[in-house]
């Protein structure tokens, strides 16, 4: 069975930092793409940074360059958020797909969302 299990968020003030992660398990994360989105209230959910694992490739939207950072280890993926902001604040959300894409219908896995809130 597929699970992804994301942990790490939390309360933090502007200009923070935390570190989320994505344990996996009933497959192998090398043959995956891992996908970070956020979704805020009242927002559609969105995708913050993306890490294929197949060809190396990593995708960051434009709100979150140079301040955020995806990694993987093993079978557990991380998203470093530094410098956050309050306009990060949302409930972050893990997922794995065969590639990376924009549109979360796409990805297939997902693990549980772990809240993040910045403070101003």
């Known amino acids: 069975e597929v699970q992804l299990q994301a942990s790490g968020g939390g309360l933090v003030q502007a200009g923070g930092s935390l570190r989320l992660s994505c344990a996996a398990s009933?497959?192998?994360?090398?043959?995956?793409?891992i996908g970070w989105f956020r979704q805020a209230p009242g927002k559609e959910r969105e995708l913050v940074s993306c890490?294929?694992?197949?060809?190396?490739s990593i995708y960051y939207a434009d709100s979150v360059k140079g301040r955020f950072l995806i990694s993987s280890s093993g079978n557990t993926g991380y998203l470093q958020m530094n410098s956050l902001k309050p306009e990060d604040t949302a409930v972050y959300y893990c997922?794995?797909?065969?590639?990376?894409?924009?549109?979360?219908?796409?990805?297939?896995?997902w693990g549980q969302g772990t809240q993040v809130t910045v403070s101003s």
């Open positions: 997922a794995a797909e065969s590639y990376c894409s924009p549109y979360w219908t796409d990805f297939g896995s």
């Open positions: 009933g497959f192998t994360f090398d043959d995956y793409a």
């Open positions: 890490f294929n694992r197949r060809d190396g």
